[in-house]
């Protein structure tokens, strides 16, 4: 790999040489050779000064482009599973229909598989595991509720549920 001197050398002994060739064959003036020659010699100038005043530009800052490439870690994110158990919640708690027909299921599901046992099948076994109050609101053959808009369950009677569930 060549340094930044040698590729400076290179056009300047080139520049030098030519200017040897056109001095011997004299196809022009010799002030048109020469002024060509300091014409030649300043664009190198102005070449090497661009260089090096970009090189110091890009150790001070990074351009937009070359922050935008930077690889950052992914922001961390909840499990899509927790924020549908927690809009369950939610719904549940705020109505009586969705109490019903989402966050019970839910409930019940979480139950049978901790007492890994069909809460309709095995009812008394369920409810002595369980425990009258969170029975009560797990129970399988609990009536759909009169008013589907009515607020839902406590949040106090979820956490004993699924308290007692974690118990299990």
């Known amino acids: 790999m060549r340094t930044e001197a040698q590729r400076l050398a290179l056009p ?5 040489i030519g200017l040897i060739v056109a001095l011997g064959l004299h196809p022009f003036a010799t002030e048109r050779i020469l002024a060509a020659y ?7 100038g102005l070449e090497l000064t661009t260089r090096v005043l970009a090189l110091r530009s890009a150790s001070d800052r990074s351009s ?4 935008a490439l930077v690889r950052r870690e992914p922001d961390p994110t ?9 809009r369950e919640l939610t719904l549940g708690i705020a109505g009586a229909g969705h ?7 839910l409930l019940r599901e979480a139950a049978s598989a901790r007492l890994r046992l069909d809460l ?3 009812a008394a076994r369920a409810r002595a595991a369980l425990g009258d109050e969170v029975w009560e ?5 609990r009536p759909p509720p009169a008013d589907r808009h009515a607020p839902g369950i406590s949040r106090r ?3 004993r549920c699924v308290a007692r569930l974690e118990e299990l």
């Open 99 to 105: 109490l019903h027909s989402r966050l019970l299921p």
């Open 64 to 67: 937009e482009f070359e922050a």
């Open 137 to 141: 609101i797990l129970r399988p053959d």
């Open 120 to 122: 309709t099948r095995s």
């Open 12 to 16: 300047l002994v080139l520049l030098t």
């Open 38 to 44: 300091v014409l030649a010699l300043a664009a190198l």
């Open 157 to 159: 009677d979820v956490e």
């Open 78 to 86: 909840r499990p899509a599973e927790l924020l549908r158990i927690e």
